[in-house]
DNA sequence: TTCGGTAGTGTTATCGCTAACATTCTCACT
DNA sequence: AGTGAGAATGTTAGCGATAACACTACCGAA
C-alpha cells in the first residue's frame, strides 16, 4: 500500500526504518529466527505490511546459494503422458516447498539438452528433473556432468543418474497376460517409437509372456504414438483379421486409431479381435467399446521424482544411483474378451 | 572442466585472472558490448571455455534488475486446452529469448491466486501470464495489483489487464451455423462448466446463430468437460433423439461421450443426429465418426500473449489494455450431415 | 560482587554481477 | 611532435539480502 520510499518497491532498509529496528532483525522476523522479541516482531510485521514489502529472492538467493526452485527438462508435454508427469512433478515439488521452472525442448538432442540443464543452473536451480522418454534423451543426460543434483523420469538407467519410472514391462506383461488368459493363442502388439524407452519397455514385457507361455512372437507392428499411426496399423490388421484374434497397442491414442480402421472395415471388437491399449487417458473410457488398458500413476513418478532429487539436495546424499519403479495397474474394459466371443 | 578454483565453481574474477583482463572486461565479453578487442575477447572466451564458467544469473539479475523470466500461473494443465495454451506460451517466450517459470494451482481462488502471483514476484520475473479460463481466475485477477506487466489468456475482458483469447463465440457461430446449413431445424447445445468463460462464449454464440435464424432455442445441457458429463447428456438426448437431429458439444472430450451415449442407444451418427464438438483434439480425427469440430490455435493465442507481455515490459507501453482475439477454424469431418441422410 | 551464559539486537562483510566513472592506449590530424 | 577523440580496459560502488561476529542487558551461580 502506501509507500514512503519515492516511487521504487521498499527493501528490507526500509522496513527496518519505518520498524525502528536493524534490517538484520527485519531478515530474522522474515526467517523465522528464534532470538526475537515478541513485541518486535509484530513491530516489523505491522511494519512490513504498512510497506506492502516483498522479500526479494533474488537477493536471497545471492547469498544463500540456493533458490528453493527446481528446474524441469521435458519434451511433448502435449501428449497425456508427459503432461501428466510435469503436472504431477509441479504439484510434488510445491507440496515440498519448491517451485518450478519448465524448459520443453522442441527437439531431442545432445546440444538443446544441454542448453537446457546449463540454462537452469545458470538460472540457479537447486536441482533437476529431466523428463527423457527417449532414448536420445537418456543419452543426452547421461555425458553431462551437470555438478547439481538431477534426476531422470522415465529414463534408461545407466548407472549416472537416478532414475524414476513407470515399470513399462510389467505393464505389458499384465496387458499380455490378461489376453492369454482369455484364451487368446497370441498377442500382436503395435509399438510405440524406436527411440522411445517406454515403447522398448513395454515390447519387452509383451514379448516375455508370450515367450513363457511359449506362443508364436508376431512381427512388432510399428507406430509413433498418434492416433494416424494406429489407424494404418489398423488398417494392416484389419486386411489379416482371419489370423488374429487379440492386439496390445502401446498407447491408448493408437488404440483408438485402431478401433476406428477396425470399424471401417467391419472388424467387430471384442467379438472377432480383443484390443488392450496403455496409458489409461481419459477418453479411453469411452471408446467404442471402452478400452482395456493400463494405468499409469504420474502422480506417484512426480512424487517420487521430487523424494529423490531432495533427498540429493538436502541431505546431500551423493551417490543415491537409485531406481523406483512404480508399478501399473491393468483396468479391464469392453474391448477385451475370449477369442470367438 | 578442469578449474583451478578449489572445489567451488569459477566465478567471473577467476575467469578475469585466468585470461588476464578484469572482471568487467570478462563482463562486457558475455554481453557483447562492442568496445573488446577481438584478440581480448578470444582470449577471454577461451578461459570461459577453460574453466567451465558459467555465469552466475542470479547475481546478474540482482544488479539488472530483470531476469528475463516470465511467470505463468496456469490451473487445470492436464486438459487439451490449457497443456497446449502453456506450451505455446513457453514456446513464444522461448523464442523471444525468455524463460518461464510455471505455477499449476490446483483450486481456483483469490487467495491462490495472489500467492502464485505474490511469489512469481519475489523470484523477480519480468511479467506474468494468467490462463484465466474461469470466471473466478478472471476475478481475482482483477483485484489484484501486482505493479509489474501482466497479460491474461482466455480470460474476461474488464479492463484492467490485457486479455490474448481464441474467439469463443465466432467458433460457436461456425459450428452452429454449419449445421443449420446442412439443413437442420435447431441445434441443441450440451455446455461447459458455468464458471468457464470459454463455455459461456460458446453458448453464446450458439445462440446468437439460432437467434438470428429464428430457430428454437433448446435447454442447454449441462457439462464439465468432461467425457463422463457428455456420456450422461447423450443418454438424455438418446431418449428425445426423435426429436433432435442436431447437437453441438462444448468439447471433444465431450463429444465423446455423446457419442458413446449414442451408440449404446442405437442412435446412429450422424444419420439420424449430427454432433459437432470443439477443441479438434488429436483423436477427434478418429472418432466414429470423425468427429466435426472447432479447431483453436493454441500456438498463436501463446504467441500474441508473450507479444502483448514484452510490449509492457520492453517498450513500456503502460495502459495497453487491448484484447487480442485469434479466429477458429471449422473443420468438418464425418459427424455432422444433412437431417435424415 | 563478579562472572559466564544467553537472549536480543546491531554492524560489517559478502554473495557475483553490472553501472558508472576513471584511466590508459591508439591513431588521425594539425 | 602535440593534441584530442574515441576505443579498450580498469576501478569502485552498489544491487538487497544473509552470515558472522560484536555488543548490550539481564539472569543465576559462585
Excluded at 527411440?195 to 512388432?220: F, M
Excluded at 479411453?284 to 521430487?306: K, N, Y
Aim: hydrophobic share 40%; aromatic share 6%; with cysteine.
Amino acid at each position: 500500500m502506501g509507500s514512503s520510499t519515492g516511487g521504487r518497491p521498499p527493501v528490507m532498509a526500509d522496513v527496518a526504518k519505518a520498524a525502528g529496528v536493524s534490517h538484520q532483525t527485519v531478515s530474522r522476523v522474515l526467517n523465522d529466527h528464534p532470538n526475537v522479541r515478541a513485541e518486535t516482531r509484530t513491530r516489523v510485521l505491522e511494519a512490513i505490511d504498512r510497506l506492502g514489502y516483498r522479500r526479494n529472492m533474488v537477493a536471497r538467493a545471492l547469498v544463500t546459494r540456493h533458490s528453493r526452485t527446481l528446474g524441469v527438462v521435458s519434451f511433448d508435454t502435449i501428449l497425456y503422458g508427459p503432461a501428466s508427469t510435469v503436472y504431477g512433478i509441479e504439484q510434488a515439488a510445491r507440496d515440498a516447498g519448491y517451485f518450478v521452472s519448465i524448459v520443453s525442448l522442441r527437439t531431442i538432442d545432445r546440444a538443446g539438452m544441454r542448453d537446457a540443464v546449463n540454462y537452469l543452473i545458470e538460472q540457479g536451480v537447486d536441482g533437476i528433473v529431466v523428463v527423457a522418454p527417449q532414448r536420445s534423451a537418456a543419452s543426452a543426460l547421461e555425458d553431462l556432468s551437470p555438478g547439481i543434483p538431477i534426476v531422470a523420469v522415465e529414463g534408461g538407467h545407466t548407472g549416472r543418474v537416478p532414475v524414476v519410472c513407470v515399470d513399462q514391462a510389467e505393464g505389458a506383461r499384465l496387458a499380455t497376460a490378461h489376453l492369454l488368459e482369455l484364451g487368446h493363442e497370441t498377442v500382436w502388439h503395435i509399438g510405440g517409437p524406436q527411440d522411445w524407452l517406454e515403447a522398448e519397455g513395454r515390447i519387452e514385457g509383451w514379448r516375455d509372456v508370450l515367450t513363457a507361455a511359449g506362443r508364436k512372437i508376431p512381427d512388432v507392428l510399428p507406430g509413433d504414438w498418434s492416433p494416424r499411426s494406429g489407424y494404418t496399423a489398423g488398417k494392416h490388421l484389419a486386411g489379416m483379421a482371419d489370423q488374429i484374434s487379440a492386439v496390445f497397442v502401446a498407447n491408448d491414442q493408437m488404440a483408438l486409431g485402431v478401433l476406428r480402421a477396425f470399424t471401417e472395415e467391419g472388424v467387430r471388437v471384442p467379438d472377432q479381435i480383443s484390443i488392450v491399449g496403455f496409458d489409461d487417458i481419459p477418453e479411453s473410457e469411452f471408446f467404442s467399446p471402452p478400452l482395456t488398458t493400463v494405468r499409469q500413476d504420474f502422480g506417484a513418478v512426480g512424487r517420487h521424482s521430487i523424494d529423490v532429487l531432495l533427498g540429493q539436495i538436502e541431505e546431500g546424499a551423493a551417490e543415491v544411483l537409485e531406481r523406483f519403479v512404480v508399478p501399473p495397474d491393468l483396468v479391464v474394459r469392453g474391448s477385451s474378451a475370449p477369442p470367438g466371443a
